[in-house]
């Protein structure tokens, strides 16, 4: 919030410089032009590679391979991306993407609420333990335990399952701080009057705290989700049947590898474009959402 | 501080069990046992194991092989970071120049986060085709140089961490942009009342008044892609041409899931934990100083 916020506030007050310009009579600002040209110089290098990745999954093969490079979109989406679904079993990916996306943020969420919620509203034996313990999982990404874990999952026998690509994922110190972080800022007149009132923890966590939380859950619920859709050595390690890939993963046997396959990248781009469009479009349109648990997550 | 408590003895213990029950049987367990393993060579089918003290170590120490992966990993660690943040800080400083259109262009600039790097890297992997690619065609133009990433490794590289920086770098203008936009106004007024060009004031009030984000950035994107690299290696380069892309997150994967070597593996691990410790031991002393300061 605290960008939008400053956003806003130097907004205005860079509309007063302006109005003053344009009662003087419409100075012409050579640095303004200047500015918005070099930024839609930037915008335009960082949209390139998805604008040609678009233009290739709208082309026929013989367009993609001609030189030089076409890069105007052609008309053989529809068909581009059929064969892009069909081939591999594209619905199966995404809906598994999102099972892992939306259940991982969800679980993610919980667990951290109710632990932030122990940590700040009781006094227990272990209470630093138990916050120690929770930090300490920042230091231990999945790429230092890849081998132990993979076993601990076997033997648990989650592999290939939804319980196995998303329960573990479900540890968060990030989360947990930042609801901790939140709830020290509940004022403390509020747990006393709940209190005096006779409410019970967990009624005052469901009645009191949820409700002030949503801010906080819907940022981190967006930032989390496009975590969860980007895993990839998770998935990778403890799924090996088709039909628990996630489209990450699932969308590689459609890459053209060099000398082996008709180069047909029209209809890898049209799986990619697949792929990346569903957190590319929770971020567009919950943008705000985004922007703050980013910067919020991380404090 | 909270001084208002519950009274509940038992409560709070079920409260915690959820998150402490998957930290520890996911990430202690198995870091633990990473540890336990490191000192140990497994046959590869896992039925025996031998206590070998630090030989694993001792070996992958001496290995030309492991100090090509820690050298590749910096490499692509640093390049990612220069990339990330160069370009993040110039597009914020841009965009909070006195122009209309902020929250525009910062929407313009921020979406390529959502793109898993693997799938940026299958993308920029067509864009350096050597045969199809556009990039080859129109260096062609300029230098007869093959930029064959198969047969070159630091063309390999630099596919690899140019797909990484690009989804990377609207993370970096998002807090750049936060930072910059929470420096008073006041301040920049004043300085360029007593004559301060655009330049100076950058050099002179912005950056340092920008150093602690800057510097949290560093950290947080070195941390990224020195572990948040393995799929875009997976997806695209397999590590190499010949080993020029095998970082050592690649490695462990490669010497335990595919070569089974349990023991090297698990070394490799745990000297990767000692890394991350490091990093995160870095982040936060600077975000307590953080904290204190203001």
Redesign the interface.
Known sequence: M??DG??VA??R??AL??VAAARRGRTFDW??VV??A??IL??AV??F??Y??FV?STQTVPE??G???L?RPSGHMLENYAAAWQRSNMARLLLNSAVVAIASALGKI???M??A????????R??SV?FW??F??????V??????????IGSIGWLNSYAGLT??L??SATA?FLFRQF??TVP?EL??AA?LDGV???R?LWAFLLPLSWANIAALFVVLF?FG??Q??WP??ITNTETMRVV??G??DL?PR?GTHV?E?NV??AA?MM??LP??????FM?RW??KG??ES?? | MKRAVFPNRLLPYLLVLPQIAVTGVFFFWPALESVRLSVFRTSPFGDKSFFVGLENFRKLLTSSEYYSSIVNSFLFAFGVTAIGLGAGLLVAALATQKIRGLAAYRTAVLWPYGIAPPIAGIIFLFIFHPSYGALPYWLSFVTSYEFNWLLKGWVAMALVIVATAWTHVGYNIAFFLAGLLAIPASVLEAASVDGAGAIRRFRSIIFPLLSPITFYLLVVNLIFSFFGSFGVIHAVTQGGPGRATEIMVFKVYNDGLIGLNLGSSAAQSVLLMLVVIALTAIQFRFVEKRVTYS
């Open positions: 605290s960008a400053a956003a130097s907004a007050v860079d410089p302006r640095g303004t500015v918005h070099l930024l930037c915008v960082i949209a590679p998805l040609y990745a290739i993609v391979l030189r030089p490079p890069l919980a667990i951290s109710l632990s919620f122990a940590i700040v509203y009781f006094n227990f272990g209470k138990a313990m929770i300490v999982t920042l230091m231990l990404p790429e230092v335990r890849i081998m132990s874990t993979y076993e601990v329960i573990p479900m540890a947990t709830y020290m403390n747990v006393e209190q019970g923890p967990l005052f496009i859709w980007n990839y050595l990778l390690m990450v993963i969308l590689q890459i060099t180069p990248w890898m781009m990619a792929a990346l957190p590319v479009a929770v971020i567009l943008q985004f922007v980013l910067i991380e404090k």
